[in-house]
């Protein structure tokens, strides 16, 4: 099973979060959300909108820190596992799950303070025409992730049910310019793949991911990092 098929089925659903954020996945949901909570805090009473947020790892955390939030994606599946989570956080009357194409969004122009999509850009058959979608909904930030095609992911990316785009600095630079949206953040993490750290029991992660830190403080570590994260303003 590929693509979206793979994506909206039940089973993957509710495999999803066990099968990457356990073991040493743990260490990567960790980064992931304090990347997100970097970049869009503070969040009390803002309204957000999440693009491809899955089973609501994101979604969630940040109604719990206030926000009013709106999560959209393709998959009924995923997003009644978040609703599981909302609930199971007092949160549900602060989150409203939507499917939707991130392509066409269904909103007015200007609509949110922040939009931001994490895992979403490797998928993006057209990346340019959904960011500029999620800059046309934003009144002032968007954030997103990105792999890197200079990474260690290209010996295994092939091998991925959904495929995967990896991106080059320069061209999300473009994409960024091409949808009139402003840098004003970017920074790049993970030497070592994802794949590698889901493959490993969370007690031996916290050595690799030292070692992974030493080599990514540097401008090499920048330059073969798997993944980046880039904040840009309206």
């Known amino acids: 099973m590929k693509g979206e098929e793979w994506y909206q089925a039940d089973e993957v659903a509710q495999e999803y979060d066990v099968k990457r954020f356990s073991r040493g996945g743990r260490l990567i949901d960790r980064r992931e959300k304090r990347a997100v909570l970097d970049a869009l805090n503070p969040l009390d009473d803002r309204t957000v909108l999440e693009i491809a947020c899955g089973t609501g790892r994101f979604t969630v955390m940040l109604a719990e820190r206030g926000a009013d939030i709106v999560g959209l994606d393709i998959s009924s599946a995923m997003m009644s596992e978040g609703r ?20 066409r969004l269904p909103f007015p122009d200007d609509h949110f303070d922040t939009v931001f999509a994490m895992r979403f850009f490797h998928l993006a058959d057209t990346p340019a025409k ?47 310019d091409g949808a009139g949206l402003t840098l004003t953040d970017a920074s790049h993490d993970f030497v070592l793949p994802y794949g590698f750290y889901r493959k490993i029991p969370n007690r031996l992660a916290g050595a690799f991911r030292s070692a992974d830190t030493a080599i990514g403080d540097t401008s090499l570590g920048d330059y073969v990092a798997s993944v980046s994260y880039w904040n840009a303003h309206v």
């Open 130 to 176: 959904f960011l500029a979608e999620m800059c046309r909904v934003s009144k002032e930030q968007v954030f997103f992730d990105t792999f890197n095609d200079r990474s260690t992911r290209v010996l295994y990316n092939s091998l991925l049910p959904m495929g995967s785009h990896l991106y080059g600095h320069e061209e999300v630079q473009r994409l960024i």
């Open 84 to 103: 599981k989570k909302a609930r199971a956080a007092g949160v549900a009357d602060r989150i409203e799950f939507i499917r939707g194409d991130a392509a």
